[in-house]
């Protein structure tokens, strides 16, 4: 860890003193990214550009153990290399791959960019782990992170401008490249409280990891080096004060380009475009041709001082700081995005804004080089008076606006889901990609949460095999897309055969596996009609009664607009249930979230030597957790279950059946290295018909969770673990699994024969 500091130590010195010819960032799109930029490339997923996606990618980084890898490193690395503002299409270009691209860093949001880089903060991409992620993934973060703008027109606008006008304004009728009425804002990412720019983050949070300070004369000095005829009131900048370099990142250099660009007592700020859909944010728009210190930017901004000055640690991950500050989950911030008028207002009483603004104004002009006015130092001081005072009645007001907006939040699980979907054509592609993508964000579709699998109903193969990545299911849908093969009708029998073979290779993995994390399972079923043929129906029938006795824990939920026919006969099962669809994807997908959001944990692993089955949970403190052991479990032998908690906390367990009132429930601590046993008996006998349960609860943390099966460092672990002694398990209850084993062997046969035919 020493040379690491070390060699960020004689960066930052080199930074300071190189000549900056030797060094300066180019406008050319870097070699790393072009591939993304070529005229055959097409990035083969278009998942909602929303902070959970960009968490999810960063954390796909970060916990590829041989490339663990600390904020400070992954943030400056990929802002040197990943994050690249300003890049803009050349309309009218066509220019071969081998020679070139049509792209390049012309717009004004790259001069900003180049100061940070250039100046301000130090960094490498080569320390950036590109072999963690694909192509498709790479050019998603560098387009999810890029803040830049698409101005020119692209032939859309009559149906993606709110506000189009069939007569074109009269800067596109003097161009020869028309501006579009509603541009392309690039980097936007949705938030619950607004859309803010990924940029901004990156940037705030790498300049807020940065140890050194420096003054604007030092990087003006530098900045010239080489320049001549520098006059003597360009010298006298602001000997003593220093660069922030977090507000240059994140507020005061923004302010900067707006001086240079709109040098007026009342420039325009502020435009806050919208996006193409709430539920499947793809493309934003802005809703006018101007694009200095939109709405996302200053939020975004806002959010990014913050993190940089007042919640960074060196011991938190950068996956963990965004969720935390972006959620209600994890332990509590001094500061949270819901309050961002509690994080302005104490920047603006820290910061001399008038000030960095003059300063942050000083050091853009000479990296543009030529631009449209000649501003004497005196007027930079007057207006860097009057924008702050715009700036602080705006942002203000922003602020304010999403202070007020109520949290929506999602359903609160009883536990992490694996859910299975099985589609067929009961809406179109795009109203089932908006239903999905809800679904995922409800039921926490992630590394540390729930995990999705999809089957093509109509064919019985998977359009995507069960992952916590949203960013691949998003690219099988692509596929789909591309191909037209979205499903359209349902074979459910030889569907539900593929789910089973799922669940029986799934068994041997989990009896081969240290450590298992419990989950809830379920099965949900898409079927528009409900009808099914006489074939079908026997083979579905064979089908769900085999899931059931080998599988008695996994809930399954039809969906569909006839719940009195052949549907409502397969789920006389009380786990199971039935939801109307209706002609509204929204509204649908709230219903069957209604039934996953009561399923809990499983603790069961029968087929596997009960001696090898070790669960590891972590707990989030004030979230409480349900698991249990279904009937019938219970049926087949007492079961003994231990939870041991280690020292990360203190916890509180309560032990119920299905059928217990919240009132007359038992609990007890659970204290530090402590442990407690309970045997099913007390509450459900073999002989009786009800599932056992129980919830835990983290009351205390020590803040000691680092590793990388943390997803909060207040989380707390517990260990679970269980032995079947015998009961009533008999000859009987050996046969009906044994016959349960049978019947699946016998529908893959059957399966395979149909295959060949």
């Given at each position: 860890m020493q040379h690491v500091k070390l060699r960020f130590l004689f960066l930052n010195i080199w930074i300071l003193t190189f000549n900056p010819g030797n060094c300066e960032t180019s406008s050319s799109v870097p070699e790393v990214l072009q591939p993304c930029y070529w005229r055959n490339f097409t990035v083969m997923s278009r998942p909602p550009l929303t902070i959970p996606l960009l968490i999810e990618i960063l954390r796909k980084i970060e916990i590829q153990e041989e490339n663990t890898i600390s904020a400070r490193i992954l943030s400056t690395s990929m802002l040197h290399g990943i994050v690249f503002d300003g890049i803009q299409r050349s309309p009218r270009a066509n220019v071969d791959d081998n020679l070139g691209i049509p792209y390049a860093a012309t717009l004004n949001k790259f001069y900003k960019y180049k100061v940070i880089v250039d100046y301000l903060v130090s960094g490498k991409i080569y320390l950036f782990p590109h072999d963690v992620l694909d192509l498709d993934e790479l050019c998603f973060l560098h387009r999810l992170t890029s803040n830049s703008v698409d101005r020119y027109q692209r032939g859309d606008e009559a149906t993606t401008c709110e506000h189009f006008s069939l007569m074109p304004s009269v800067s596109a009728v003097l161009k020869n490249n028309p501006i579009s009425d509603c541009p392309l804002k690039l980097g936007n990412v949705k938030t619950k409280w607004g859309t803010i720019s990924a940029s901004h983050l990156i940037a705030g949070i790498a300049a807020g990891l940065q140890e050194d300070q420096v003054t604007f004369q030092r990087v003006f000095d530098a900045i010239h080096m080489h320049k001549e005829n520098v006059t003597e009131s360009e010298k006298l900048i602001i000997n003593s004060t220093d660069v922030d370099s977090i507000l240059f990142a994140t507020i005061t250099g923004d302010l900067g380009e707006v001086l240079v660009n709109q040098p007026y007592e009342h420039p325009n700020i502020a435009n806050q475009g919208y996006w193409n859909d709430t539920f499947l944010p793809r493309t934003f728009y802005l809703g006018s041709q101007e694009w200095d210190l939109t709405e996302a930017e200053i939020i975004g901004g806002i959010d990014a001082a913050i993190i940089g000055k007042k919640i960074l640690t060196n011991t938190m991950r950068l996956s963990q700081l965004l969720d935390m500050y972006y959620s209600e989950k994890g332990h509590q911030l001094e500061f949270k995005v819901t309050n961002r008028s509690k994080s302005l207002n104490y920047l603006l009483d820290n910061t001399n804004l008038p000030n960095q603004i003059y300063g942050s104004t000083k050091l853009l002009l000479p990296i543009r080089g030529n631009y449209h006015f000649t501003l004497s130092d005196s007027y930079i001081q007057q207006l860097s008076e009057l924008h702050a005072t715009l700036y602080k009645n705006t942002a203000k007001s922003i602020a304010n606006k999403y202070d007020n907006t109520e949290y929506i939040n999602e359903k609160r699980l009883r536990a992490n889901l694996e859910v299975i979907i099985i589609l067929d054509g009961t809406f179109d592609s795009y109203s089932t990609q908006q239903m999905l993508y809800t679904l995922f964000e409800a039921i926490d579709v992630s590394y540390y949460g729930s995990q999705v699998g999809i089957i093509n109903g109509q064919t019985g193969t998977w359009i995507t095999n069960v992952t916590s990545e949203i960013f691949q299911?998003?690219?099988?849908?692509?596929?789909?897309?591309?191909?037209?093969?979205?499903?359209?009708?349902?074979?459910?029998?030889?569907?539900?055969?593929?789910?089973?073979?799922?669940?029986?290779?799934?068994?041997?993995?989990?009896?081969?596996?240290?450590?298992?994390?419990?989950?809830?399972?379920?099965?949900?079923?898409?079927?528009?009609?409900?009808?099914?043929?006489?074939?079908?129906?026997?083979?579905?029938?064979?089908?769900?009664?085999?899931?059931?006795?080998?599988?008695?824990?996994?809930?399954?939920?039809?969906?569909?607009?006839?719940?009195?026919?052949?549907?409502?006969?397969?789920?006389?099962?009380?786990?199971?249930?039935?939801?109307?669809?209706?002609?509204?994807?929204?509204?649908?997908?709230?219903?069957?979230?209604?039934?996953?959001?009561?399923?809990?944990?499983?603790?069961?692993?029968?087929?596997?030597?009960?001696?090898?089955?070790?669960?590891?949970?972590?707990?989030?403190?004030?979230?409480?957790?349900?698991?249990?052991?279904?009937?019938?479990?219970?049926?087949?032998?007492?079961?003994?279950?231990?939870?041991?908690?280690?020292?990360?906390g203190d916890l509180s367990i309560c032990f119920f059946t299905s059928r217990t009132a919240e009132n007359n429930r038992e609990c007890q601590r659970l204290t530090v290295n402590s442990e407690i046993s309970f045997n099913s008996g007390r509450l459900c006998t073999p002989d009786s018909t009800c599932d056992l349960q129980y919830s835990l609860t983290a009351n205390t943390s020590r803040m000691k969770c680092a590793d990388l099966n943390c997803r909060y460092p207040d989380q707390v672990l517990v260990v679970i673990t269980y032995t079947i002694s015998s009961g009533t398990w008999t000859l009987a209850t050996s046969f009906s699994i044994l016959s349960a084993l049978i019947v699946v062997l016998y529908n893959f046969r059957v399966s395979c024969l149909e295959g060949f035919n």
């Open positions: 299911i998003y690219r099988s849908f692509q596929t789909l897309d591309r191909e037209g093969t979205w499903p359209v009708t349902l074979s459910l029998g030889r569907s539900l055969e593929t789910a089973l073979a799922y669940y029986q290779n799934r068994t041997r993995i989990d009896c081969t596996t240290k450590a298992l994390r419990p989950f809830g399972q379920a099965l949900v079923v898409f079927h528009k009609d409900g009808r099914l043929t006489t074939a079908d129906k026997t083979r579905t029938s064979r089908s769900v009664e085999t899931i059931k006795q080998t599988y008695p824990q996994i809930t399954i939920v039809y969906v569909s607009e006839d719940v009195d026919g052949n549907l409502k006969k397969l789920s006389q099962n009380e786990d199971d249930s039935i939801v109307k669809s209706s002609t509204n994807a929204h509204s649908t997908v709230t219903s069957i979230i209604e039934k996953l959001s009561v399923i809990p944990a499983s603790l069961i692993k029968f087929y596997c030597n009960q001696l090898d089955v070790l669960f590891h949970h972590y707990l989030t403190p004030g979230k409480e957790n349900f698991f249990q052991i279904h009937r019938e479990y219970i049926k087949r032998g007492y079961i003994n279950t231990k939870f041991i908690n280690k020292d990360y």
